[in-house]
Structure formats: structure tokens, C-alpha cells
């Protein structure tokens, strides 16, 4: 047998039931206490051929799911919610998730409607007021109602007591998952979805507990429901109750229509009125502070963006590992909270595109199992569509094709049966004609007729039509006056068999009727007989009636008695139904009246006696409460113990309460105010003694006083506290004082110690902060002796540093050059290489390291310089050659490219420079013998000078051009062509310098006098 947690199951399971998606099985079992437990394990169906979530997978989160909704009913329970369950235990185990409640013995509404137990107007109160009462309670602690009402999860208690009586519990609520988070905006339409599925959930009880019968789903009845007998059993209730039942199956039901908290009202729990008043209070009070939290929600949009952020990001990763309900729950969400988000919006296009993918995979599925007439395995790719998409019409139409296929295999199933039932007939007719059984054999051929005929089995209906004819012959030849005495004394006997049941009206036809075939037949014995029958019968009519009437008026009378709410009134009925009941001279009646009548007499008496008693109550109650105002504990304490004296006569449990919490209270006053005056004497003494202890200066003791009488006087509300709560601050600033003082001795003591053994080891270094730290903390204190052996450890240890430091900073400066000197030789740095060696030598001179240091330094400067040297001589060579090419002095640029190949013979840019300036060269001697040309000419020319066309006239000799005045051209025209040239060719070559144009501007000026001449 399985076990779970510590419960032992035992024999086999109580009950197992398939249900769409999961197996649910009870088990019977022990703990150990004594007690019988009931376990129900819940176990999510695998669904093999679809592809959805991973079914472990899915069958953990139902398990999960399931597991949530117990929590939730443990929840509620556990905070004095009514009519639900306990949950004593929950878990996990191999069999699938389980809880443990009690066991009852008289299970649920389901069995009793199974067995037909039938219900009157009260069982149906009692019913609907725990179903309601649960729900409430359920909706108060998490926010929304069970959502999972159904008479499998309603059990009855106890193990007697009439069904009206009998207390409901309610088991396993459905888990709505992250949407019941309170902070979640789907909460409000959750609760509304949640009850109206409750709300159809009790119509639905009510309708099954009337009409005795089962329904498996909504399709079991037709809405709105007709009345019928069962309904007119309820009595003058009925047409009431097949209202309220028609008003919760009722779809479209309006915002005002009835509402758990209605149906509570209306039908209270007995002796659970005041509880269940709290409950519907609580409720509301819920549902103010819910619209509160939403307002405060609807203000702070900071944390609506960070929860719709959320949800977004929940809703892609549930997405991406293909958990589509959970994601589309919090797209939904998401949405909820910022409506037309472009992003939320395309997640959720995401979702259902996944969503409509799995849906129609599930109902191509099932196509193809239903064209293969493969209905169970058609039935359950259906339950996998309508999980992903509930209410498609594709799969109401499947499910449609399904229900014909099976009604068709039903039908031939029928037919198989009435064939069989056929041929059973046609062989008792048979059987009966061989017996000369004429009746009989007619009958079953008879009988056997239609069948043939709706079969459509000709053969059998011709054996039929001739076995019955053949019957009907062989009756037929008897005698017709026999057939006619057999019928007259056949409705005699008729007539009496009815008139055994009352059934007057028959038995009178009946005799009538045999009168007549008598009268026909002139049997003068059958006529007497049938008129003195027909003569008693209509006296044991008339009898009936009265007596009927004179007993439907006693059952009203004692009905209308038992619920009058008036005691006089209800005295008065029985007293009738009694006189009744005596003219009946029925034993059982004056029995019952009598009882009645007994009962509410003595209860009209109770009445009385109950009013004066309540009166009273509340008079001491008050007197006491005036005494207790006044510190009057002890008459508040008389007057109380009499208020819960009369309380408990009258057996009211509530008010005995009251007066003993009443009493409480007064009995804790007396003994407060008894301690009070005890107290402040205390008071007194303690301060006292903590004066007494501050001037010792104890101030372990005074503080230990000043804070007992601190607390006195807190406890007092007594002005003293102030004295107090000061005396205290000196004690304990006192005490910090002196234990800050020790603490700093024994730290400057400890740090003493430590110097004088790091100078045992010659840690003079650390020794000197020893001692300068004990110092420090040695002066905060008043005695001055440690302070003088700090100073003196100081002084000494400084000695020994000082004696140490210098050779221990040769040896640092050494080492420190070295390491240096050694570091720039590696980064080639030569000169401050040989710098640190000094160094090195200069705190260690002859050391042979930094000797040989230095001297390879040395070297590697030398061949370094060398380099550099050969480096800058041909950078300046490449530099000043190319000046030199620039200003056309090809000489120099083609020995400063010389020099630099002699430096670096293979360098492409001095060789460039090389031809370059060869070629310089070569055009400038080109220039050269062009330049000496014009140069001759300009120097003939300024040799030459003319005057006018005609003659030699010389110029005056203090003339501006007489210098010039010693050649002479042929003609002026000559002269001017040839300036001309000269100016054109030097300004061409870029050889017109000052000199040659002021030589040539000086033969302009010479032309212009001439053309004034």
C-alpha cells in the first residue's frame, strides 16, 4: 500500500476518478493518532501523439497547480474560514500530488444523490448556506471564491443526524496561479469569473439534490428548468427554489442578480449567523482596501512600468521554452497593465500564432483519428485542442460527429437487444400454443410484432401475424357468455384491488362497468353483487375524503406550527391539529400534537423566563462596567460573576463569554490597582538607593537601580522617570569612563610588551611605534607612572634606529643604484647607466659589480655615439644637399649626396639626390652659355647709345644718358628690338635681378628721350 508522509494507506482505494486531464484517487488511511484520514492523490493525465509542454513537465505544474488550491483552502481554514475542509498535510510523492483531510464516513453529495436520498425545502437551506458560507470564506482569504463547486467536492459530516442537519465541507478549490497576486490587475475580473462558476456550480447541486439524478456536464439539462413532481414535493417552496435554481444556471445573469453574499443572507448558517455577518463584513472591507491598493496602483507608475516589465520579460522567456499558458497569462497581464504596447502586442501576436500551431495539430489529429472511427483517441486530441482554445465551433462540431457516431453504435447495440428479445417471444408463443396456453401465446406474439416490424425481419413478422391469429382462432371458438362472466367478475375483483389503494374513482368505473356486462347477461347474482359493491364503494369514498381532509388539515396545522416564528401563534396550531387529531382517533397524530404542543408551551414559558433573565443580564453588565469606571474592581467583580451566572442558565455561549471577559478584566484590575500602590513604594526605594550608590560612586549599582526605577516609572507613568532616565545617563557614562580607562591601560601595557620584544630582535623600527602608541593611551591616563617607562622605551629605541640607519642606508643606496644602473643598461640608456654605477661605487667604492658595470655601460656608449655620429652626419648631409638642390646649386647638392652614400652606400634617397643634381647640372651649363649669350648682349648694348634716326648728335654732357653716349646704333628701331629681347629672355630664364633691371630701365628712359627729340 502507498504511503504518504506519515500517513499509511490500507486496502484498496475508496474511490477513483477519471476526470478531464488528471485521475483522482482517495485512499482510506492511519496515521498512528487513532484517527482515520482520508488521501486525495491527484494524478495529471499523460496525453501521448501531441506535442505541447514536456508532460513531466505538465504533469508537474497540474501537480503544482493542485497543490495551490489546497494551500490556499489550508489558508483559509486555518484563519476560522466556515465550512471548508481541513487540510492536516500536502506533498509530492510517486503517485502524483496529495493532501490529507479527515475521513467521512457519509462521503459526499454525490453518493447521497446516487442512492437517491432525496432532500425537503430545509436540506436545501442547509445545502446552499455552507455552500455559500465556504465560498465567502475562501473569497476573504485570497481574494476570490472556489471555482470548483461540485457535489464530488461537497462531503457531509458526522455520522448521524437528519440531512438538514448535517454540517457541508468543502474540498479542492481550483488554483488560479499568479493571477490571485494582489498586486495584479486581472484580480478584479478573476473574482467575477471565479463566482459566477460557483454560483452555476450551487444551481447545479440544487437541481441534481431535487431531481435525484447526476449530470456530467451542462449539456445534461435544458436551461430554464421545468417544473416537475420532484420540484412540487417541495411544497409551497418549490416554485421558490426553482426560481433561485433558474436564476444561478442562468448565463447571461445581470450585475445586480443574486451573489454569494445574497445567498448567505438569505440562507444563514444554524447557530453561524454572527460569524458568517463577519465574514460578509470582512469582504467588504476587502473590497474597499482592494479599490484603495488600485488607486494607490493607478498613482505610482514607476512600479506599474517595472511590473509590466515584468510580465514582458516572464511572458518572452516562458515563450521561448515554449510554456505558452504561462506566457500568454502574463502577456495578458502585461497588456493589462499598459494597454497597446507595441511590444507587448507582438509578443502576444507570437503567443497565439504558437497557440493556433498546437490547436490545429490537435484537431487535424482528431480528424484523423475520427475518419478512422478511433473515437477515445479523437476524444482526446479534442481535450488537448480545447485547452489550447476553449469554445471553437470546429470542435463542438467534432465533438458533434463523435456523440452521432456513438449513438449510432448505441442504436446497434439496441437492436441487437430487441432482436434477441424478438426471438424470446416468438419461441415462448410458440411454447404456449404447445400448451394450449391461448392468452399467453397471443400476448407474445403480440408483442413480439413490432419488433419484427421495426427490424424489418419479414420472416419473423409472418411467424408473428400467424401465431397470434392462430391464438385468437382457438380463443375466439370458447364461449362468448363465459368470455362476458370472466369480465364481469374480473372488474369485481378490479374494483377492489383499487378501492385497497383509495383509488375510489377506478373502483367505481370498475363496478359500473360490470354491472353492465351483468344487466347484458341477466346474471341476476352478479347484478346484486355488483351493486352492493358499487353501494359500500361509494360510502368508503365518502369516508376517505372526509377523513383525507380531516388529515391534510393536521399535517398543515402542525407544519404551519413547527415554522411559525411566534410561540403563541404555533401553541395554537397544535392545539388544533390535537383536537383533530382526537376526532381522527388516530394514536399516532395525538401523539405527535401532544409533543408538540407540550414542547412549545414549555418553550413559551422558557421565553419569559429567558427575557427577564436577558434583562437582568444586562443590568449587571452595566452596573459593572459603572463600578470599574471608578475603580471599583471589587463590585465590578460581584456585579460581572452574577451577568455570567444568568449567561450560563440561559445556555448562551456568546454572552457567558462576554461577562467572563468582562470579569477578567476586573479581576486584572483589582490586582493591578493591588500592585500599583505597591509598586510606587518600590519606586521610592529604589531611587533612593541608587542616590546612595552614585554618591559611593558604585556605579555599577546605581545604574543597576536607575534603570529598575526607570522602568517602574515608565510602567507608573510617574514624573519620576525623568530623575531616573538622568541618573542613569551619569551611571553610564561613569562606567563607560572607567571601563574606557582600563581598556586604555591594558592596550598601552599590551603595546609595551610587543616593543620591548620586537626589541629583543632588534625591530627597533617597530619597536619605536610600540612605544610611541603606548604612549599615546598612556597619557589619557591619571597615574603617570606608564607613561614614564613608554618615554623611556621610546628614547632608547630611537638610539638604536638611528645607529642602525646608516649602514643600513649605504647598503639600500648600494643596492638601489645597482638595481637602477642595471635597469638602464637593459633600456640602453649607457650614460645613466654609469651614473648609477658611481652611485654604487661612491656607497661601496672598488665594488668589482659596479666597476664591471660601468665599464661594459662604457663600451656600449661608445659604439652608441659612433652610430649616432655617423647618423647625424648623413642626416645633415641629405638635409643641406637637398637646400642646396632647391636653391639650383647642383655642385653642392651633388658633394653633399656624395658625402652621404659614403655614409650609407646603399640609401635610396641619397642616390636620388645624386641624379637629381647630375642633371642639375647638366641644364645649368646649358643656362650658363645661354646666359653669358645675353649677358654680352646687354653689356654691347649698354655700350652703344644712338640719338635720332639721322646724325650723330651727342648728348649734353651733364646729361642723364651721357655716360652712355659712345656707341651708336644703325637705328632706333634696332635699339628698341633688342631691349625688348634682352627683358623677354631674362624675365623667361628667372635671371632679371636688380642690376639687370636697372640696367635695362636706365635704356628705357634713354629711349623715351629720344622719342621727345
Same mark, same amino acid.
Given at each position: 500500500?502507498?504511503?504518504?508522509?506519515?500517513?499509511?494507506?490500507?486496502?484498496?482505494?475508496?474511490?477513483?476518478?477519471?476526470?478531464?486531464?488528471?485521475?483522482?484517487?482517495?485512499?482510506?488511511?492511519?496515521?498512528?493518532?487513532?484517527?482515520?484520514?482520508?488521501?486525495?492523490?491527484?494524478?495529471?493525465?499523460?496525453?501521448?501523439?501531441?506535442?505541447?509542454?514536456?508532460?513531466?513537465?505538465?504533469?508537474? #505544474?497540474?501537480?503544482?497547480?493542485?497543490?495551490?488550491?489546497?494551500?490556499?483552502?489550508?489558508?483559509?481554514?486555518?484563519?476560522?474560514?466556515?465550512?471548508?475542509?481541513?487540510?492536516?498535510?500536502?506533498?509530492?510523492?510517486?503517485?502524483?500530488?496529495?493532501?490529507?483531510?479527515?475521513?467521512?464516513?457519509?462521503?459526499?453529495?454525490?453518493?447521497?444523490?446516487?442512492?437517491?436520498?432525496?432532500?425537503?425545502?430545509?436540506?436545501?437551506?442547509?445545502?446552499?448556506?455552507?455552500?455559500?458560507?465556504?465560498?465567502?470564506?475562501?473569497?476573504?482569504?485570497?481574494?476570490?471564491?472556489?471555482?470548483?463547486?461540485?457535489?464530488?467536492?461537497?462531503?457531509?459530516?458526522?455520522?448521524?443526524?437528519?440531512?438538514?442537519?448535517?454540517?457541508?465541507?468543502?474540498?479542492?478549490?481550483?488554483?488560479?496561479?499568479?493571477?490571485?497576486?494582489?498586486?495584479?490587475?486581472?484580480?478584479?475580473?478573476?473574482?467575477?469569473?471565479?463566482?459566477?462558476?460557483?454560483?452555476?456550480?450551487?444551481?447545479?447541486?440544487?437541481?441534481?439534490?431535487?431531481?435525484?439524478?447526476?449530470?456530467?456536464?451542462?449539456?445534461?439539462?435544458?436551461?430554464?428548468?421545468?417544473?416537475?413532481?420532484?420540484?412540487?414535493?417541495?411544497?409551497?417552496?418549490?416554485?421558490?427554489?426553482?426560481?433561485?435554481?433558474?436564476?444561478?444556471?442562468?448565463?447571461?445573469?445581470?450585475?445586480?442578480?443574486?451573489?454569494?453574499?445574497?445567498?448567505?443572507? *438569505?440562507?444563514?448558517?444554524?447557530?453561524?449567523?454572527?460569524?458568517?455577518?463577519?465574514?460578509?463584513?470582512?469582504?467588504?472591507?476587502?473590497?474597499?482596501?482592494?479599490?484603495?491598493?488600485?488607486?494607490?496602483?493607478?498613482?505610482?507608475?514607476?512600479?506599474?512600468?517595472?511590473?509590466?516589465?515584468?510580465?514582458?520579460?516572464?511572458?518572452?522567456?516562458?515563450?521561448?521554452?515554449?510554456?505558452?499558458?504561462?506566457?500568454?497569462?502574463?502577456?495578458?497581464?502585461?497588456?493589462?497593465?499598459?494597454?497597446?504596447?507595441?511590444?507587448?502586442?507582438?509578443?502576444?501576436?507570437?503567443?497565439?500564432?504558437?497557440?493556433?500551431?498546437?490547436?490545429?495539430?490537435?484537431?487535424?489529429?482528431?480528424?484523423?483519428?475520427?475518419?478512422?472511427?478511433?473515437?477515445? *483517441?479523437?476524444?482526446?486530441?479534442?481535450?488537448?485542442?480545447?485547452?489550447?482554445?476553449?469554445?471553437?465551433?470546429?470542435?463542438?462540431?467534432?465533438?458533434?460527429?463523435?456523440?452521432?457516431?456513438?449513438?449510432?453504435?448505441?442504436?446497434?447495440?439496441?437492436?441487437?437487444?430487441?432482436?434477441? *428479445?424478438?426471438?424470446?417471444?416468438?419461441?415462448?408463443?410458440?411454447?404456449?400454443?404447445?400448451?394450449?396456453?391461448?392468452?399467453?401465446?397471443?400476448?407474445?406474439?403480440?408483442?413480439?410484432?413490432?419488433?419484427?416490424?421495426?427490424?424489418?425481419?419479414?420472416?419473423?413478422?409472418?411467424?408473428?401475424?400467424?401465431?397470434?391469429?392462430?391464438?385468437?382462432?382457438?380463443?375466439?371458438?370458447?364461449?362468448?357468455?363465459?368470455?362476458?362472466?370472466?369480465?364481469?367478475?374480473?372488474?369485481?375483483?378490479?374494483?377492489?384491488?383499487?378501492?385497497?389503494?383509495?383509488?375510489?374513482?377506478?373502483?367505481?368505473?370498475?363496478?359500473?362497468?360490470?354491472?353492465?356486462?351483468?344487466?347484458?347477461?341477466?346474471?341476476?347474482?352478479?347484478?346484486?353483487?355488483?351493486?352492493?359493491?358499487?353501494?359500500?364503494?361509494?360510502?368508503?369514498?365518502?369516508?376517505?375524503?372526509?377523513?383525507?381532509?380531516?388529515?391534510? *388539515?393536521?399535517?398543515?396545522?402542525?407544519?404551519?406550527?413547527?415554522?411559525?416564528?411566534?410561540?403563541?401563534?404555533?401553541?395554537?396550531?397544535?392545539?388544533?391539529?390535537?383536537?383533530?387529531?382526537?376526532?381522527?382517533?388516530?394514536?399516532?397524530?395525538?401523539?405527535?400534537?401532544?409533543?408538540?404542543?407540550?414542547?412549545?408551551?414549555?418553550?413559551?414559558?422558557?421565553? %419569559?423566563?429567558?427575557?427577564?433573565?436577558?434583562?437582568?443580564?444586562?443590568?449587571?453588565?452595566?452596573?459593572?462596567?459603572?463600578?470599574?469606571?471608578?475603580?471599583?474592581?471589587?463590585?465590578?467583580?460581584?456585579?460581572?460573576?452574577?451577568?455570567?451566572?444568568?449567561?450560563?442558565?440561559?445556555?448562551?455561549?456568546?454572552? +457567558?463569554?462576554?461577562?467572563?471577559?468582562?470579569?477578567?478584566?476586573?479581576?486584572?484590575?483589582?490586582?493591578?490597582?493591588?500592585?500599583?500602590?505597591?509598586?510606587?513604594?518600590?519606586?521610592?526605594?529604589?531611587?533612593?538607593?541608587?542616590?546612595?550608590?552614585?554618591?559611593?560612586?558604585?556605579?555599577?549599582?546605581?545604574?543597576?537601580?536607575?534603570?529598575?526605577?526607570?522602568?517602574?516609572?515608565?510602567?507608573?507613568?510617574?514624573?519620576?522617570?525623568?530623575?531616573?532616565? %538622568?541618573?542613569?545617563?551619569?551611571?553610564?557614562?561613569?562606567?563607560?569612563?572607567?571601563?574606557?580607562?582600563?581598556?586604555?591601560?591594558?592596550?598601552?601595557?599590551?603595546?609595551?610588551?610587543?616593543?620591548?620584544?620586537?626589541?629583543?630582535?632588534?625591530?627597533?623600527?617597530?619597536?619605536?611605534?610600540?612605544?610611541?602608541?603606548?604612549?599615546?593611551?598612556?597619557?589619557?591616563?591619571?597615574?603617570?607612572?606608564?607613561?614614564?617607562?613608554?618615554?623611556?622605551?621610546?628614547?632608547?629605541?630611537?638610539?638604536?634606529?638611528?645607529?642602525?640607519?646608516?649602514?643600513?642606508?649605504?647598503? &639600500?643606496?648600494?643596492?638601489?643604484?645597482?638595481?637602477?644602473?642595471?635597469?638602464?643598461?637593459?633600456?640602453?640608456?649607457?650614460?645613466?647607466?654609469?651614473?648609477?654605477?658611481?652611485? %654604487?661605487?661612491?656607497?661601496?667604492?672598488?665594488?668589482?659589480?659596479?666597476?664591471?658595470?660601468?665599464?661594459?655601460?662604457?663600451?656600449?656608449?661608445? +659604439?652608441?655615439?659612433? %652610430?649616432?655620429?655617423?647618423?647625424?652626419?648623413?642626416?645633415?648631409?641629405?638635409?643641406?644637399?637637398?637646400?642646396?638642390?632647391?636653391?639650383?646649386?647642383?655642385?653642392? &647638392?651633388?658633394?653633399?649626396?656624395?658625402?652621404?652614400?659614403?655614409?650609407?652606400?646603399? #640609401?635610396?634617397?641619397?642616390?636620388?639626390?645624386?641624379?637629381?643634381?647630375?642633371?642639375?647640372?647638366?641644364?645649368?651649363?646649358?643656362?650658363?652659355?645661354?646666359?653669358?649669350?645675353?649677358? #654680352?648682349?646687354?653689356?654691347?648694348?649698354?655700350?652703344?647709345?644712338?640719338?635720332?634716326?639721322?646724325?650723330?648728335?651727342?648728348?649734353?654732357?651733364?646729361?642723364?644718358?651721357?655716360?652712355?653716349?659712345?656707341?651708336?646704333?644703325?637705328?632706333?628701331?634696332?635699339?628698341?628690338?633688342?631691349?625688348?629681347?634682352?627683358?623677354?629672355?631674362?624675365?623667361?630664364?628667372?635671371?632679371?635681378?636688380?642690376?639687370?633691371?636697372?640696367?635695362?630701365?636706365?635704356?628705357?628712359?634713354?629711349?623715351?628721350?629720344?622719342?621727345?627729340?
Amino acid at each position: 500500500m502507498p504511503t504518504f508522509g506519515d500517513y499509511h494507506s490500507s486496502g484498496e482505494p475508496v474511490a477513483i476518478t477519471d476526470e478531464r486531464g488528471h485521475i483522482s484517487t482517495v485512499w482510506r488511511a492511519q496515521k498512528g493518532d487513532g484517527r482515520e484520514y482520508a488521501i486525495k492523490v491527484f494524478s495529471a493525465r499523460r496525453r501521448g501523439g501531441v506535442r505541447a509542454e514536456s508532460p513531466d513537465a505538465l504533469a508537474r #505544474d497540474r501537480g503544482l497547480e493542485f497543490l495551490a488550491g489546497i494551500k490556499d483552502l489550508k489558508k483559509a481554514q486555518a484563519e476560522g474560514g466556515a465550512c471548508l475542509s481541513p487540510v492536516h498535510d500536502f506533498g509530492i510523492a510517486d503517485e502524483g500530488a496529495w493532501y490529507a483531510t479527515d475521513f467521512y464516513s457519509r462521503s459526499n453529495l454525490k453518493a447521497w444523490i446516487t442512492r437517491r436520498g432525496g432532500v425537503d425545502s430545509a436540506g436545501l437551506r442547509n445545502v446552499v448556506a455552507h455552500l455559500a458560507a465556504g465560498c465567502l470564506a475562501l473569497k476573504q482569504s485570497r481574494g476570490y471564491s472556489h471555482g470548483n463547486l461540485k457535489v464530488s467536492n461537497a462531503f457531509r459530516v458526522g455520522t448521524k443526524g437528519k440531512f438538514h442537519q448535517t454540517p457541508i465541507l468543502l474540498t479542492d478549490p481550483f488554483p488560479a496561479g499568479p493571477a490571485h497576486e494582489l498586486d495584479n490587475p486581472n484580480l478584479e475580473l478573476l473574482a467575477g469569473t471565479m463566482e459566477a462558476q460557483d454560483l452555476r456550480g450551487i444551481g447545479e447541486i440544487i437541481l441534481q439534490l431535487v431531481e435525484s439524478r447526476l449530470l456530467t456536464s451542462s449539456e445534461d439539462y435544458n436551461w430554464p428548468i421545468a417544473p416537475t413532481p420532484a420540484w412540487k414535493a417541495l411544497g409551497k417552496d418549490g416554485d421558490r427554489w426553482l426560481k433561485l435554481c433558474n436564476q444561478l444556471l442562468n448565463a447571461n445573469r445581470a450585475a445586480d442578480a443574486v451573489t454569494l453574499e445574497s445567498l448567505a443572507k *438569505e440562507h444563514t448558517l444554524a447557530g453561524g449567523g454572527g460569524k458568517l455577518l463577519l465574514i460578509l463584513t470582512v469582504v467588504g472591507v476587502v473590497c474597499l482596501v482592494g479599490g484603495g491598493a488600485y488607486a494607490l496602483k493607478v498613482q505610482s507608475s514607476k512600479r506599474n512600468e517595472a511590473n509590466f516589465q515584468a510580465d514582458l520579460t516572464a511572458a518572452k522567456q516562458a515563450l521561448g521554452v515554449t510554456n505558452l499558458f504561462e506566457a500568454q497569462g502574463k502577456i495578458k497581464s502585461a497588456l493589462a497593465r499598459k494597454p497597446g504596447d507595441k511590444d507587448a502586442v507582438a509578443v502576444e501576436s507570437e503567443i497565439e500564432a504558437h497557440i493556433n500551431r498546437e490547436f490545429n495539430n490537435a484537431v487535424q489529429s482528431a480528424d484523423a483519428k475520427l475518419t478512422s472511427e478511433k473515437l477515445d *483517441e479523437a476524444e482526446k486530441f479534442l481535450e488537448v485542442a480545447e485547452k489550447w482554445k476553449p469554445n471553437q465551433p470546429s470542435v463542438a462540431g467534432m465533438r458533434k460527429q463523435i456523440s452521432d457516431l456513438r449513438e449510432k453504435e448505441k442504436l446497434k447495440v439496441t437492436a441487437a437487444a430487441k432482436r434477441g *428479445e424478438m426471438e424470446r417471444l416468438l419461441s415462448a408463443g410458440d411454447v404456449a400454443i404447445s400448451k394450449s396456453l391461448w392468452d399467453e401465446a397471443r400476448t407474445d406474439f403480440d408483442k413480439a410484432l413490432p419488433l419484427a416490424a421495426e427490424l424489418e425481419d419479414q420472416a419473423a413478422k409472418t411467424r408473428a401475424q400467424e401465431g397470434s391469429k392462430r391464438a385468437a382462432d382457438m380463443l375466439n371458438a370458447r364461449s362468448a357468455e363465459d368470455r362476458m362472466r370472466a369480465e364481469a367478475d374480473g372488474l369485481v375483483a378490479s374494483a377492489r384491488a383499487a378501492a385497497l389503494t383509495n383509488g375510489w374513482t377506478e373502483a367505481t368505473d370498475f363496478l359500473n362497468r360490470s354491472l353492465t356486462v351483468a344487466t347484458t347477461l341477466k346474471d341476476s347474482e352478479r347484478i346484486n353483487t355488483a351493486n352492493n359493491e358499487l353501494r359500500a364503494a361509494k360510502t368508503s369514498q365518502a369516508k376517505y375524503l372526509s377523513e383525507k381532509k380531516s388529515r391534510d *388539515e393536521f399535517v398543515d396545522w402542525m407544519t404551519r406550527g413547527k415554522a411559525a416564528a411566534d410561540l403563541t401563534t404555533a401553541t395554537n396550531l397544535f392545539k388544533r391539529a390535537l383536537d383533530r387529531a382526537v376526532e381522527l382517533k388516530d394514536t399516532g397524530y395525538q401523539a405527535q400534537a401532544r409533543e408538540a404542543l407540550r414542547e412549545a408551551e414549555a418553550n413559551l414559558i422558557a421565553s %419569559a423566563q429567558k427575557d427577564q433573565a436577558a434583562k437582568n443580564y444586562r443590568s449587571y453588565m452595566s452596573l459593572g462596567a459603572a463600578a470599574a469606571q471608578t475603580n471599583g474592581w471589587s463590585d465590578a467583580i460581584t456585579q460581572f460573576n452574577k451577568a455570567a451566572g444568568i449567561a450560563k442558565g440561559l445556555q448562551d455561549q456568546e454572552q +457567558v463569554a462576554k461577562a467572563e471577559a468582562e470579569l477578567s478584566k476586573a479581576q486584572a484590575g483589582l490586582e493591578n490597582w493591588n500592585k500599583l500602590q505597591s509598586s510606587v513604594k518600590q519606586l521610592t526605594g529604589l531611587i533612593a538607593q541608587a542616590g546612595q550608590a552614585e554618591v559611593a560612586k558604585l556605579w555599577d549599582s546605581a545604574s543597576n537601580y536607575f534603570n529598575q526605577a526607570l522602568a517602574l516609572a515608565g510602567q507608573l507613568n510617574d514624573g519620576r522617570a525623568k530623575d531616573a532616565r %538622568a541618573g542613569l545617563d551619569r551611571a553610564v557614562a561613569a562606567m563607560k569612563l572607567q571601563a574606557q580607562e582600563k581598556q586604555w591601560q591594558a592596550e598601552a601595557q599590551a603595546l609595551v610588551g610587543q616593543g620591548k620584544a620586537a626589541a629583543a630582535t632588534n625591530g627597533w623600527s617597530a619597536a619605536k611605534d610600540f612605544f610611541a602608541q603606548a604612549m599615546r593611551l598612556a597619557e589619557k591616563l591619571p597615574e603617570r607612572t606608564l607613561l614614564s617607562q613608554a618615554d623611556a622605551e621610546y628614547t632608547k629605541a630611537v638610539a638604536q634606529l638611528n645607529a642602525e640607519i646608516t649602514a643600513q642606508q649605504k647598503q &639600500a643606496a648600494y643596492t638601489g643604484a645597482m638595481a637602477e644602473a642595471k635597469k638602464k643598461l637593459d633600456a640602453r640608456e649607457y650614460q645613466l647607466a654609469m651614473d648609477q654605477a658611481d652611485k %654604487a661605487l661612491a656607497s661601496k667604492p672598488g665594488d668589482l659589480d659596479a666597476e664591471k658595470l660601468k665599464a661594459d655601460a662604457k663600451q656600449k656608449l661608445d +659604439v652608441q655615439i659612433a %652610430a649616432e655620429t655617423r647618423k647625424r652626419q648623413f642626416d645633415t648631409a641629405m638635409t643641406e644637399g637637398n637646400a642646396a638642390y632647391t636653391r639650383r646649386e647642383y655642385p653642392v &647638392a651633388a658633394e653633399k649626396a656624395r658625402e652621404a652614400l659614403a655614409l650609407q652606400p646603399d #640609401d635610396a634617397g641619397a642616390k636620388t639626390l645624386q641624379r637629381n643634381a647630375k642633371a642639375g647640372l647638366d641644364a645649368q651649363a646649358e643656362d650658363s652659355k645661354a646666359y653669358k649669350d645675353f649677358n #654680352d648682349r646687354l653689356a654691347n648694348l649698354m655700350k652703344q647709345f644712338s640719338v635720332k634716326k639721322q646724325g650723330a648728335t651727342v648728348l649734353p654732357e651733364n646729361s642723364a644718358e651721357a655716360p652712355f653716349a659712345k656707341v651708336f646704333l644703325p637705328t632706333l628701331d634696332q635699339f628698341q628690338a633688342e631691349s625688348k629681347y634682352l627683358r623677354a629672355g631674362f624675365t623667361a630664364k628667372g635671371w632679371l635681378d636688380a642690376e639687370r633691371k636697372k640696367c635695362l630701365d636706365e635704356l628705357d628712359k634713354i629711349m623715351k628721350y629720344w622719342n621727345t627729340q
